[in-house]
């Protein structure tokens, strides 16, 4: 069985950044897609951004341009660097690690994210 720890949650002004990671303590973690996605208090869960096992990088609409996914496959981990925020990308931020073949899905916990305006 594996898990997922994120970290690097935190209280932000308005227009800054932060770097989120996700650590994967899983097998074969370079085969697995893996994505963050956020929940805001009363809101559906979005998912925010993710990246293949061949590095491709998907983005939503919301975040593209201010927000950078990123993975490390000899460390088994993967990022957010997230710039400019807005107080509406306060949420707590997840990551989850999928596999098609053979079917695997992981989450972690999450971290929390508070943009102050």
């Known amino acids: 069985q594996g898990y997922l720890a994120e970290s690097g949650g935190g209280v932000v002004l308005a227009g800054g950044s932060l770097r989120l990671s996700c650590l994967a303590s899983?097998?074969?973690?370079?085969?697995?897609?893996m994505q963050w996605y956020r929940q805001a208090p009363g809101k559906e869960r979005e998912s925010v951004a993710y990246?293949?096992?061949?590095?491709?990088?998907f983005y939503s609409d919301s975040v593209l341009g201010r927000f950078t996914i990123s993975r490390d496959n000899t460390k088994n981990m993967v990022y957010l660097e997230m710039s400019n925020l807005k107080p509406e990308d306060t949420a707590v931020y997840f990551c989850?690690?999928?596999?098609?073949?053979?079917?695997?899905?992981?989450w972690g916990k999450g971290t929390l994210v508070t943009v102050s305006s």
């Open positions: 989850d690690a999928e596999l098609y073949t053979p079917p695997r899905k992981y």
């Open positions: 990246i293949k096992s061949d590095f491709r990088r």
């Open positions: 899983i097998e074969n973690f370079y085969a697995y897609e």
